[in-house]
């Protein structure tokens, strides 16, 4: 069966520090991967999309998304945390016309 | 920007009555998607449409809630009757081609049923 899997619910992490929420799926091969950041009261928003064409996708707001085949991960990434980075991330895969989406990490930027 | 509507963002009424909730897609996309979210449950896929014909409805509990897009330019979720464990955000996305594609979200409608 697919599934997505986030393996952190909570993530708290220092003004200035590196971000690293951690997506893994299952599949016998490869899906269409997104991240989305939903930011309170509002909807859904892209972040980036991988699809095959590059193992690093870059996004918005200076995120990044490395595609590991051999690990099965697609962990999302930023340098620097900055305080408005504070939100809930969702990892969301796609095969078949089955849309999976994975629980949710919710990301708390300490000052 | 083009923008996903969703009306009205907030509901409040008693168990029973019937909901309806709209969905105005960003002009040109063919995929609308229905989604609810509460603390419990996390995000859930309801269903979906692809050029208006539902493509996955499997999980919308198919007794009480119902999706339509009577066209282009509308969906609508209704429930009836209304339950309190119907509490949640609903969201409307809308996208292009499968959903393999981004989707782009509506702001959701708050829905409490007393």
């Known amino acids: 069966a697919q599934s997505v899997t986030q393996l952190d619910s909570h993530v708290s992490v220092s003004e200035g520090t590196p971000v690293l929420l951690r997506c893994n799926y299952s599949s016998s091969y490869s899906p269409s991967l997104f991240w989305y950041v939903q930011h309170p009261n509002k909807g859904l928003q892209l972040l980036l999309k991988?699809?095959?064409?590059?193992?690093l996708v870059k996004g918005i707001n200076g995120f990044e998304a490395e595609f590991k085949k051999s690990e099965t991960s697609f962990h999302l990434t930023k340098p620097s945390a900055h305080m408005s980075d504070a939100a809930e991330y969702f990892c969301?895969?796609?095969?078949?016309?089955?849309?999976?989406f994975g629980k949710g990490t919710r990301l708390h930027i300490l000052p | 920007d083009a923008r996903v509507t969703q009306t009205p963002r907030h509901k409040v009424t008693e168990m029973g009555q019937e909901v309806t909730m709209r969905c105005q897609p960003i002009l040109g996309h063919n995929t609308v998607f229905w989604y609810r979210q509460t603390m419990m449950q996390g995000l859930e896929l309801l269903a979906y449409f692809r050029n208006r014909a539902p493509l996955d409805d499997s999980g919308m509990p198919k007794d009480r809630f119902s999706a339509e897009m009577p066209d282009a330019t509308l969906a609508t979720l209704k429930i009836q009757p209304s339950e309190p464990r119907d509490s949640a955000v609903y969201f409307c996305a809308s996208g292009t081609g499968t959903g393999d594609q981004p989707q782009h979200f509506g702001d959701g409608t708050r829905l409490s049923i007393l």
């Open positions: 991988y699809t095959s064409a590059a193992t």
């Open positions: 969301v895969g796609y095969r078949d016309d089955k849309i999976i």
